[in-house]
């Protein structure tokens, strides 16, 4: 386990020393104020500072984190397809990455719920902008990935994630949580990074078949009503048209808190058919590049199909393409809120208006072309 020491989570006996450091932490008071608005500050440091285990923190902390994300931005809080996951069983669970956060931090919820151990989780180096957000993350089974560096750092980190993915799963015995690619989806387009498919072999190369099969991989899709971020994401893909987005300071955490605090109206997790050694056996005769393309598709379908759209969706759609395609599927009060939303684009001194607004609508409005897409596939 000493070759993972850079990387991952916490063990049990580093919570009391890291519980000692939030709760000394400048912000334990702001943090306290949202997760137990009914409690003293006081009561909550002596709980914490009793913590033992990364469960004490998961169970008395995360999970209150989360029944405040549900209870103050949802309006609905569903999922399906957990009733399929076996308990006996541990899974990669990939799926499309809408929020930094809540996209892991939900899921863990779900499966908490459900009576499953809570999986581990992957944490962008990048979002490491603090001690405390370190030892939160790390306190709740979230493991460090690198990004960036060089050609030869950026194959050296893949092999180090692919080792480590495959030891949590096989031998530490636990499921784990990544998204179907590096970063959130901007435009709306759910799509897996085959990078990541061929990261997942690099740690057995000697048969791509059960390099894939062994990991038990479950797609997982997640529907937000209210994209979250979706001004933001609209800024940035507008300012990255013509040169790279170079992110300002803080900005990731901004969206953290974001994404936490916006209104989401319903969400949705959907756990799909996991991807089995019978499914990755009919690309048996593909090279690997294809073999990695073949299976991103694969995800990408299952994930797609299982989206669930909402009148945003189609509102966009008919905005965006000015037309009453799916005009059946919304109220004139639903159109009039979406558009109502939208015209805080109106509050940012941009020079192309229309550019902008084309693109919000197509975070909107693209995953109804990729899921009916989807679901085309899926009827053949």
């Known amino acids: 386990m000493n070759n993972f020491d850079d990387i991952r989570p916490y063990y049990d006996e580093e919570i009391p020393a890291a519980m000692q450091r939030i709760v000394k932490s400048n912000f334990f008071g702001l ?31 995360m999970r209150c984190v989360n029944e405040q994300v549900i209870s103050r931005s949802t309006t609905e809080f569903t999922y399906e397809g957990v009733d399929q996951l076996d308990p006996a069983k541990k899974y990669l669970f990939v799926s499309n990455h809408r929020d930094i956060m809540l996209d892991a931090c939900l899921l863990q919820y779900i499966l908490y ?40 750092d950026f194959y ?7 080792d480590y993915i495959r030891y949590v799963l096989t031998q530490k015995r636990q499921s784990l949580w990544i998204a179907q690619r590096n970063g ?13 498919i061929k990261m997942f072999c690099m740690s057995y190369p000697q048969d791509k078949i059960k390099a894939l099969a062994e990991l038990n991989i479950v797609p997982v899709s997640v529907s937000y009503e209210w994209e979250s971020c979706d001004i933001l994401k609209a800024l940035e893909l507008y300012e990255s048209r013509f040169s790279r987005y170079v992110k300002k300071p803080g900005e990731d955490l901004n969206s953290i808190l974001t994404g936490i605090a ?34 991103a598709a694969l995800l990408d379908q299952r994930i797609n199909a299982a989206y669930q759209l909402r009148p945003n969706n189609y509102i966009a759609h008919d905005l ?45 409005s693209n995953p109804v072309e990729t899921h009916e897409a989807a679901l085309t596939i899926q009827r053949r």
């Open 31 to 61: 943090l306290c104020t949202y997760v137990y608005p009914d409690r003293n500050p006081e009561d909550v440091k002596q709980m914490m500072l009793s913590f033992r285990t990364i469960r004490d923190f998961q169970l008395e902390v």
């Open 113 to 152: 719920r459900n009576g499953h151990e809570t999986s581990e989780i992957t944490f962008g180096a990048n979002l490491m902008s603090s001690p405390l957000v370190i030892d939160i993350g790390k306190c709740n089974k979230m493991f460090r990935v690198e990004r960036g560096g060089t050609m030869r």
């Open 156 to 162: 050296l980190s893949s092999q180090h994630l692919s």
């Open 184 to 196: 959130r989806t901007k435009d709306g387009i759910d799509q897996t990074d085959q990078g990541i």
């Open 262 to 295: 916006q209104p989401k109206g319903r969400v949705h997790f959907t756990f799909c058919p996991q991807i089995t050694e019978l499914d990755l056996t009919c690309y048996d005769q593909s090279t690997s590049n294809e073999y990695h393309r073949l299976v």
């Open 320 to 364: 965006r393409y000015a037309q009453q395609h799916y005009r059946d599927r919304y109220t004139e009060q639903e159109y009039q809120k979406f558009v109502n939303h939208m015209q805080k684009l109106q509050e940012f001194d941009i020079a192309e208006p229309d550019v902008l607004r084309d693109i919000f609508l197509g975070i909107y």
